[in-house]
């Protein structure tokens, strides 16, 4: 997919892949911030925390936002 990010200077070429993988039976997420969250006990699991996450970083975008007015 090309296409230009809020948060990139310029567009360039993004590849989806699945962010959710089983290790020894638990999963886990991994963020575009680099880093791993879990162990969940299923992947419902995992997929629900996905979503509560990725609402976190979008209220603490807004927060910040209204901060650095």
Do not use: W
């Amino acid at each position: 997919m090309f296409g230009q990010r809020t948060s990139d200077s310029v567009a360039s070429t993004h590849y989806r892949s699945d962010r959710i993988s089983a290790v020894n039976g638990q999963y886990f997420f991994s963020t575009r911030e680099g880093t791993l969250e879990g162990p969940f006990f299923t992947r419902f699991d995992a997929e629900r925390e996905v979503e509560q996450y990725i609402n976190r970083m979008r209220q603490a975008a807004g927060l910040f936002a209204r901060v650095a007015r």
